[in-house]
């Protein structure tokens, strides 16, 4: 008998440190397919492994489309909202944009003033990834964002602004080490 219960604590000590080295889970928001332009948002990921770390943000959009997509000197951008506080609407939002060759960033305050600048990498045609430090927007403990797009086109639908957030309402609340 004390061979089988040792047997089972084995067991269990070893499925707890395994299910330590997994990385965390992410939370993650699907969108369907409604909005028009290249830029309809599909889906939005994010992880923080802990309280203090990085928040990574992962943004899929329904079609592909190349990086200058978000040129600088064009509408058609890429938000990430975060809301620091949970107590309404964003403090912080980034825009991402296409600026001397990259795609990068921009984190503004509520009233615009600039926070910081975090490099974007566009991995798939369909796919944006981002990694915010530790601090302002990234707040120690939960984090609360929504991703948002506008697309313009010269004339058509689209010459007054089209647009979409995920979630359509309310936050992604994730987690740290979950």
Known sequence: MRARTRWWAAIAIVATIASLALPA??????DPAMARGPLDLKRLTATKHD?????????????AWPANTLALSGRNRIFVH????????????????????????????????????VPVSHPAGDMIRMTIP?????????????AAEQWVTETGFCAQVCDDRIPGQG????????
């Open 171 to 178: 936050w992604l609340k994730v987690t740290p080490g979950q």
């Open 82 to 117: 975060f809301n620091t506080d949970h107590r309404g609407g964003y403090e912080y939002v980034g825009e991402v944009r296409f600026n001397d060759g990259e795609l990068v960033m921009r984190i503004e305050d509520r009233d615009g003033h600039f926070v910081r600048g």
């Open 25 to 30: 889970s992410a939370a993650t928001i699907l």
């Open 51 to 63: 309280a203090g770390a990085p928040l990574h943000v992962t943004i899929v959009t329904w079609e």
């Open 134 to 146: 530790a601090g302002l927007p990234n707040p120690n403990g939960h984090s609360w964002i929504a």
